[in-house]
């Protein structure tokens, strides 16, 4: 198995830039059609499925390797050994914002900027920082997630893509989830919603944006402002936009807030 096949590799454009886009839990890299074209004509952009997603290899799919976000971190270098050329930005969406952070920080010297979408470093409220949610909700949505998969999914997406005047987005993340193998759905959601890594924060030496909706049930502009704090020289963007994923429900918005960081890097 190769891991272009594993990964489901997609490589377009070219340029002195590579930009590689990762989607985030329950999704593909379909979820990155409205940012991607606006950077292939200038740069080689590289589109990956997460190992257990989309259209991955299913067989590759180890819950030893995976039990951590480390696992993915070392995949998508892997990925760039093979096909990335010239400095790296990477953008990574939700859960896939932390694994380009470990990745950057296990080899900074592959990366000249990271671009996280909706990010959080741990969804678990502690002390005086508010993740959004007590270990208690967590603990209960896994609970339906893992007893229901698809009703959880039915319920979810659409709270999660939030977007409110485009339904259509909360029906595609709801069929985006519901075509993902409920097994290796309840693993990975697991190893997500109980990940803690605002320990890592500190280590990050990579330039770093976040953009943050004004408005986001998984990722409350707090968490955003605690990373922007922790995150030495990092930008913070609030983006007006209800939902997870503003990178499909605002999608100018998410591609202005990234062509500015990359004037920044000065590459």
Not at 9 to 35: E, I, K
Not at 51 to 77: F, I, Q, W
Not at 192 to 219: K, Y
Request: glycine share 10%; with cysteine.
């Amino acid at each position: 198995m190769t891991i272009t096949r594993r990964n489901n590799v997609h490589v377009a454009g070219s340029g002195p830039l590579t930009v590689m886009f990762a989607h985030g839990f329950g999704c593909d890299q379909n979820m990155w059609r409205l940012l991607a074209p606006n950077f292939q004509e200038r740069y080689q952009t590289v589109m990956f499925d997460l190992v257990g997603s989309g259209g991955s290899d299913l067989t590759a799919y180890d819950r030893e390797k995976y039990s951590s976000l480390h696992g993915y971190a070392a995949d998508v270098l892997e990925i760039l050994d093979e096909v990335g050329a010239g400095p790296v930005v990477y953008i990574g969406h939700s859960v896939s914002a932390m694994i380009g952070m470990l990745a950057a920080i296990a080899a900074p010297e592959r990366f000249v900027g990271n671009v996280m979408v909706g990010p959080s470093p741990s969804f678990i409220n502690d002390g005086d920082y508010v993740g959004g949610f007590s270990r208690a909700d967590i603990e209960g949505l896994l609970d339906t997630l893992e007893g229901n998969y698809l009703g959880w999914a039915s319920t979810m997406a659409p709270a999660i893509m939030g977007a409110p005047d485009q339904p259509p987005l909360g029906e595609e993340l709801t069929n985006s989830f519901c075509r993902t193998d409920p097994e290796i759905a309840k693993h990975f959601a697991r190893v997500t919603f109980f990940a803690d890594h605002r320990s890592d924060l500190a280590r990050v030496t990579t330039p770093t944006l976040i953009i943050q909706s004004h408005d986001d049930l998984l990722a409350p502009v707090a968490v955003g402002e605690h990373m922007h704090r922790a995150i030495k020289g990092s930008t913070l963007s609030i983006v007006e936009n209800v939902g997870h994923c503003p990178h499909l429900s605002a999608p100018s918005a998410s591609i202005d807030a990234t062509e500015r960081f990359l004037e920044t890097l000065k590459l």
